[in-house]
């Protein structure tokens, strides 16, 4: 550790006009000498869930998700293989069942309990009303405990548009695939898909929509009001933290070029008014790039320590001809057992996997205290559905990301009884981020060799 110049709380912010700017951790941060896990400046647990819809590429004969070998040996499937320059810090599990994304005498609904149920194991209730009843996720029993001295206790981001309202599969509302978070059984929270938006909130200061819209439109950065007191700060700072701090910097200006620059696109396009909202790419990749890059600035900053991520709505239809893929997400899942229809639609998983891949990069090379985010955070990616063929919730595809801050030993393929609950796993993920809970969902007790 550098001894820097001066010693500065771990809540420092550079204020500008309409602009609030957290700063990442510093080395000025943490009293010169002392043990780094004593001050308040010791890197916590971050906690993450990354959703993908429809189910992964399993079949009754063809699995391209599961590893067929257990513990340290496991082989990276064709949908896991970009996870592989990771290894040392990806827990892959089997096994685990979804029970109350089942019917129970409600009928169809498999998509929409899929993901109503993934964060909670809760049966949701069916309705296409406002009496929605589900049960609070494990990422919002996350926000009370350690998002509670941050700026923003979670993210909620999305991919895909949530303009669908009322009744989107057998009476169940549109609002139980189109959110992830629950804060209380009866209060989700909406999923945010336009960067843009995202980005005001971490860095602006609010205002009135007509104040919001024109920082948005005025010529320059909105950082550039605070780059008096940045070159101020600089002057006081060790070589090391002015190098981080240049960094995190820049890092910022560039996500808001990137913005900037989508939008300059979008105007120029001729696109249906419903079709995409200002300020939303067009491009898949280049969507999940940008909304991960922003929620890394938000890690490294500490302006949230705890996200959801949407990567798409139950049902979509989405193509992905970029990859050779021009039929739908949804039709492509029914795969009907069929080799090339389910090496097409592992294609489109193994996509979906690169974009959590570019995330798990950006935070290893993130530096956080003595070491890095991806050392210091949970990570959780999966589906509500294991083969979409059959609209299942056994064997659910789900895998853990990260190092927890130590607690987390990667390098993992843990297959668990069949019907072990899948609440074991979320109520594991608690405790590895430092938070006890005597029971979440249908839950049977921790995961004890997580």
């Known amino acids: 550790m550098i001894i820097s110049k001066m010693v500065l709380p771990r809540r420092t912010f550079l204020r500008g006009a309409g602009v609030t700017l957290a700063l990442p951790l510093l080395d000025a941060m943490v009293p010169a000498l002392s043990a780094l896990t004593k001050t308040a400046a010791a890197p916590v647990t971050r906690l993450g869930c990354i ?14 998700w599961k590893p067929t070998a257990k513990g340290s040996g496991f082989d990276f499937t064709p949908c896991l293989q970009p996870f592989e320059p990771f290894r040392d810090q990806v827990v892959v599990t089997s096994g685990l069942s979804a029970a109350q994304a089942e019917s129970m005498g409600d009928g169809n609904g498999d998509h929409t309990r899929g993901t109503a149920a993934w964060l909670n194991a809760v049966h949701p209730r069916r309705t296409e009303g406002a009496d929605l009843l589900a049960g609070t996720t494990v990422d919002q029993v996350a926000a009370q405990h350690i998002g509670r001295d941050t700026p923003l206790p979670s993210l909620e981001l999305g991919i895909e548009h949530t303009y669908e309202v009322g009744n989107c599969e057998n009476g169940y509302s549109c609002v139980y695939r189109n959110v992830l978070a629950w804060r209380t059984p009866t209060a989700p929270l909406p999923t945010e898909p336009n960067p843009r938006v995202v980005f005001e909130r971490l860095f602006g200061e ?5 104040q919001r819209l024109a920082r948005m439109q005025k010529t320059g950065s909105i950082l550039d009001s605070v780059t008096a007191e940045m070159a101020d700060l600089q002057k006081t700072l060790g070589p090391g933290d002015r190098a981080r701090v240049n960094d995190y910097f820049e890092a910022t200006r560039e996500v808001e070029r990137r913005i900037e620059r989508i939008e300059s696109r979008i105007d120029e396009e001729e696109l ?9 790419p067009g491009k898949f990749d280049e969507h999940c790039k940008l909304m991960f890059d922003l929620q890394c600035l938000a890690y490294q900053a500490d302006i949230t320590r705890v996200f959801t991520l949407l990567m798409g709505r139950e049902s979509s239809q989405r193509a992905y001809p970029e990859i050779g893929v021009p039929q739908p997400h949804h039709g492509t899942s029914h795969h009907r057992d069929d080799p090339e229809t389910l090496a097409r639609y592992a294609k489109i998983i193994a996509y979906e996997s690169q974009q959590v891949a570019y995330f798990l990069d950006k935070l290893r ?5 003595d070491g890095n985010l991806l050392d210091n955070t949970i990570l959780l990616y999966g589906a509500g559905l294991s083969n979409p063929n059959e609209h299942a919730h056994i064997d659910m595809p789900l895998v853990l990301l990260g190092g927890g801050s130590g607690r987390l030993e990667g390098n993992r393929h843990l297959a668990y009884p069949a019907d072990t ?3 074991n796993l979320l109520m594991s993920m608690l405790e590895k981020t430092g938070i006890s809970v005597e029971r979440f969902g249908d839950s049977t007790g921790l995961l004890t060799d997580l």
């Open 206 to 210: 609010g205002g009135t929509r007509e």
């Open 272 to 280: 249906p008014a419903l079709q995409r909202p200002v300020g939303i």
């Open 421 to 423: 609950p899948m609440a």
């Open 51 to 64: 959703y993908i819809p429809n189910g992964v590429a399993m079949g009754r004969k063809i699995n391209h």
């Open 365 to 369: 090379s993130t530096p956080d205290g």
